[in-house]
């Protein structure tokens, strides 16, 4: 079962200075992060409850090129080569990637069956996950990820840690929705359900708990970039709306705080 937006991927071609960028900007504490060391990238993450901005850059792009496994590096590689910086690819969080995984091949998705993914934190930990990955790209249906829930980063008390977590935007931040555009959006909600099973309704709009993903046509220039909703838990928090890394940042006063993973 699809759960909620689990994660933004977000090429820089500095994590650490766009990290520093962003906790100033945007009031964003980038937290965690680490190697994929065979694969040749490296990231940065806020948590947002359990939901996470990732900023991924390229240390070796030979080594990126030669794993073909890892759809994520291919991915962001190609986006910040062709493009630049920006939203390269997103992650749906599902219960049980394998069955999600088989339930759309069997359907007829391109989605390919999972695989298993690693990253080493900077305190020598190892964070797990499975990952399905459709045919990747910024215009593209999302991957979906199930995560290994232990350690550090997904135990029961770091996930509690991260619910109580004071952004410096205002308290506890919660990712609201994810915001793209698309020429056709009538078509991409049909290749998006068809790919990876995110159904959106007749208004363009896909609802997961107290998140949305929402397709909107695509006007040119700045209107096309994606929007990343923010909900602040403190509603003095002063409203935001910032371009940064070919992304809109939008940051608001929460509607509502519900734990995302149960």
């Not at 965690?32 to 990238?41: P, Q, V």
């Not at 090129?65 to 994520?72: C, K, Q, W």
């Not at 991915?75 to 493009?83: G, I, P, Q, V």
């Not at 923010?230 to 003095?236: G, R, V």
């Amino acid at each position: 079962m699809l759960i909620g937006i689990d994660h933004l991927v977000i090429v820089v071609a500095d994590p650490d200075a766009a990290a520093s960028a962003l906790e100033r900007e945007v009031g964003l504490a980038f937290t965690g992060g680490g190697r994929h060391e065979h694969a040749g990238t490296f990231n940065r993450l806020a948590f947002l409850g359990d939901s996470y901005v990732e900023l991924i850059g390229v240390f070796d792009r030979a080594l990126v090129l030669s794993n073909t496994a890892f759809a994520v590096g291919q991915a962001s590689l190609a986006f910040l080569e062709e493009r630049g910086e920006g939203l390269a690819t997103w992650a749906v969080a599902s219960d049980n990637v394998a069955v999600d995984a088989a339930r759309l091949q069997a359907g007829g998705s391109p989605i390919a069956a999972p695989v298993a993914g690693s990253r080493t934190r900077p305190d020598g930990e190892v964070v797990r996950w499975w990952t399905a990955f459709p045919p990747l790209g910024p215009a593209q249906p999302p991957f979906l990820i199930t995560h290994e829930l232990t350690g550090a980063e997904w135990g029961d008390d770091a996930r509690a840690a991260r619910a109580r977590f004071q952004h410096p935007a205002g308290g506890q931040l919660r990712m609201a929705g994810l915001d793209l555009s698309a020429p056709n959006p009538a078509a991409a909600a049909a290749q998006f359900e068809h790919w990876s099973g995110l159904g959106f309704g007749p208004d363009g709009i896909a609802s997961m708990g107290a998140q949305t993903v929402t397709l909107r046509p695509a006007g040119g220039g700045r209107d096309d970039l994606p929007v990343v909703s923010i909900e602040a838990a403190d509603a003095t928090s002063a409203a935001l709306d910032v371009i940064r890394f070919g992304v809109r940042w939008q940051r608001g006063p929460r509607r509502g705080y519900p734990a995302r993973h149960g």
